[in-house]
């Protein structure tokens, strides 16, 4: 027999981290805006995402129709208990798209739009952290309904790792930069790279203390078998991956500084996985538990598996059209 829900959860989870990895470079590109005070410069790191951000987005919106389609009880319990973060990141999004259409095409109002698109890229991320934080700190049901308060999510720990994932987004962004410029931007981004990893490092490693000292459920899963060998290399490869990074931004590699960071992110996101499976709503209700009837799940799939591989299409060609390097002068998007 099939399981529907095995199957759902392994398209909405690879839905998730692409969306992570996309969205992540091109958020972090607004994060960076700060550093960069050239109007040129500027013009150049947001053309570098601007034929593909729309694009990237729509993973966001596969995972929460196939959350709604798949586990319902999860669409409905989690939306309830992350209704206000969920709002405020979307509407950061929103600013931040519509800094995209209106910067290029503005003169006297361009440094409005550059602050929208600053805040905009910084709020999004830091929400994106916050609910990923409140999720893990788990949340609170009685009979498949929230039975928390309004300002469950709002900690110390979720602040902490809002702040985590706008400095990961961030050193996305600067390996992404590296990647796909030249010259004194570029030179800017090796240079701001080493610093952005050893931050992030250290955020990784307190999460990694804090999370298992305070969520006894997730200290039990890392600590016994057979997570505990899954999760045991987790720790040695960041640290190998976090060397690899400052020597290739030593060495002015251009793509390995990229490459590295996804790595990082695959990894922190495997880490997260093997902490909370096979909970879907943590601390206590499973895949199985939270599932839709199979009957759903399967008319579901059907549109999925037509869907998806579009999406997958789509999302290639327009990174390979825009494969090139972005130069100080290009045309650019209008």
């Known amino acids: 027999m ?50 593909v951000w729309d694009g990237n987005e729509t993973w966001m919106v596969l995972g929460g129709a196939a959350l709604y389609a798949a586990f319902p009880v999860v669409y409905s319990v989690v939306l309830s208990a992350l209704y206000m973060p969920i709002i405020l990141m979307l509407i950061a999004l929103i600013f931040r798209g519509v800094a995209f259409e209106f910067r290029f095409k503005a003169n006297k109002t361009k440094k409005l739009w550059d602050k929208a698109f600053i805040y905009g890229s910084i709020l999004a991320s830091f929400f994106q952290g916050v609910i990923l934080g409140a999720y893990i700190q788990g949340i609170k049901v009685e009979n498949h309904i929230y039975a928390g308060g309004g300002l469950d999510w709002l900690t110390p720990f979720s602040i902490f790792t809002g702040i985590g994932v706008v400095v990961l987004y961030a050193a996305l962004g600067c390996g992404w930069l590296i990647f796909k410029t030249e010259l004194d931007l570029q030179a800017k981004m090796y240079d701001l790279m080493p610093k952005l990893i050893s931050v992030l490092f250290l955020i990784f490693g307190a999460v990694s203390i804090y999370t298992p000292l305070t969520q006894p459920e997730i200290a039990t899963r890392w600590f016994s078998q057979p997570q505990l060998l899954y999760f045991s290399p987790v ?100």
């Open 2 to 51: 099939i399981d529907l829900s095995l199957i759902w959860i392994v398209i909405i989870a690879i839905g998730v981290f692409v969306y992570v990895v996309l969205d992540g470079f091109d958020l972090g590109i607004g994060i960076l805006f700060p550093f960069i005070t050239s109007k040129e410069e500027r013009d150049v790191m947001m053309n570098t995402v601007a034929p």
């Open 235 to 334: 720790p040695v490869l960041v640290v190998v991956l976090t060397g690899l990074i400052l020597r290739a931004c030593k060495k002015r590699y251009e793509l390995a500084p990229f490459i590295y960071s996804l790595a990082l992110v695959f990894l922190a996101y495997t880490g997260f996985i093997i902490s909370l499976w096979p909970n879907v709503i943590p601390p206590s209700i499973s895949i199985w538990d939270a599932a839709a009837p199979e009957s759903s799940q399967l008319f579901a799939l059907i549109g999925a598996l037509i869907l998806i591989p579009i999406i997958l299409v789509y999302t290639g060609l327009s990174y390979w059209v825009f494969r090139d390097k972005v130069r100080v002068g290009d045309e650019g998007y209008h």
